[in-house]
């Protein structure tokens, strides 16, 4: 399984990116997809996530109205879409798989990671 995340960028304060993450080598069932986000000196923070199937979402509070995310099953593509941004929203965002589609905000239930897109957002 690859999971291969794109879409970061400097951003000034109120823009807006989209984020995907297209994942390879694996048949989809009724899978979790989430993003996570490590900033500076931090920890690795849960952010959203999605089923697959049946596109449940999940989202930390801090996020809510501002991100959104979504799966294309034809495309095996998972996007945030990220708008109002913050100058705290600045991180390295990561795209994981979870194969029990828990939706969980905890990081170690999930599986399989990508390597990471970089999203600066200045004030």
């Known amino acids: 399984v690859q999971l291969q995340a794109c879409g970061g960028g400097l951003v000034q304060a109120g823009g807006s990116l989209t984020l995907s993450c297209v994942a390879s080598?694996?048949?989809?069932?009724?899978?979790?997809m989430g993003w996570f986000r490590q900033a500076p000196g931090k920890e690795r923070e849960f952010v959203a996530a999605?089923?697959?199937?049946?596109?449940?979402?999940h989202y930390r509070e801090s996020v809510l109205g501002r991100f959104t995310i979504s799966r294309d099953s034809a495309k095996s593509t998972v996007s945030l879409q990220m708008n109002m941004l913050k100058p705290e929203d600045t991180a390295v965002y990561y795209c994981a798989l979870d194969k029990g589609g828990t939706l969980s905000r905890h990081r170690y239930l999930y599986e399989y990671w990508g390597q990471g897109t970089l999203v600066t957002v200045s004030s």
């Open positions: 999605i089923t697959w199937t049946y596109g449940n979402t």
């Open positions: 080598g694996i048949i989809f069932g009724n899978y979790g």
